[in-house]
Nanobody, 123 residues
């Protein structure tokens, strides 16, 4: 059974940092696109950052220069380092994997999802 388990969320003041981690089990995802999606209350989900099997990364403009996505294929994990956090970063953050090839780097193409971890940034 495939499981993605996120950790590292919490409450932080604006300007602070958090590091989210996602551990995958049940299947090896080293060949697939992995991403972090967030959903704030009352807002649509958005693919915040993604990373290809080869390490090519993608970020939305709102987080460029502040967030860094990384993966460890040997450990089947993906992380999101979040610096200079802003109140508008407050959301549930989910890791997800797209097992289609070639990857489409699309939120809607994600096949496996974690249950999410809450990030709250206070002003």
């Amino acid at each position: 059974q495939v499981q993605l388990v996120e950790s590292g969320g919490g409450l932080v003041q604006a300007g602070g940092s958090l590091r989210l981690s996602c551990a995958a089990s049940g299947r090896t995802f080293s060949s697939y696109f992995m991403g972090w999606i967030r959903q704030a209350p009352g807002k649509q989900r958005e693919l915040v950052a993604g990373i290809s099997s080869g390490g090519k990364s993608y970020y939305i403009d709102a987080v460029k220069g502040r967030f860094t996505i990384a993966r460890d294929n040997a450990k089947n994990t993906v992380s999101l380092q979040m610096n200079s956090l802003k109140p508008e970063d407050t959301a549930n953050y989910y890791c997800a994997v797209d097992v289609n090839l070639p990857a489409t780097w699309s939120l809607n193409a994600m096949d496996y999802w974690g249950k999410g971890t809450l990030v709250t940034v206070s002003s």
